[in-house]
């Protein structure tokens, strides 16, 4: 098992910026691959960004290019989530995950953390 804790949500002006974490414990955090999602109230859960093992590579939603950087800490088993230019429609519950697929899925789930951004 992988357990994964989100921090760093909160409410924002639009404009302004949060950085997202998730510390990973239990099975080892080597060789996969992180990513993260996000779910607004009434809509499906969406991709946001994934990077690769050990971090050389990274996509992202066309939604988000360009304002959000994913990255992680091998040495701290953590994932990050730079968000900068926050416009309300990134409002919504964001989720780290592991093992993340091409397609969109995922092996393992953080509990997700509230991010708010107002006009």
């Known amino acids: 098992q992988v357990q994964l804790v989100e921090s760093g949500g909160g409410l924002v002006q639009a404009g302004g910026s949060l950085r997202l974490s998730c510390a990973a414990s239990?099975?080892?955090?080597?060789?996969?691959?992180m990513g993260w999602f996000r779910q607004a109230t009434g809509k499906e859960r969406e991709f946001v960004a994934r990077?690769?093992?050990?971090?050389?590579?990274?996509y992202y939603a066309d939604s988000v290019k360009g304002r959000f950087t994913i990255s992680r800490d091998n040495a701290k088993s953590t994932v990050y989530l730079q968000m900068n230019s926050l416009k309300p429609e990134d409002t919504a519950v964001y989720y780290c995950?592991?093992?993340?697929?091409?397609?969109?899925?995922?092996?393992?789930w953080g509990q997700g953390t509230q991010v708010t951004v107002s006009s």
């Open positions: 995950a592991a093992d993340v697929s091409v397609a969109g899925r995922a092996n393992y």
């Open positions: 239990g099975r080892t955090f080597s060789g996969r691959v």
């Open positions: 990077i690769n093992w050990p971090g050389s590579l990274a």
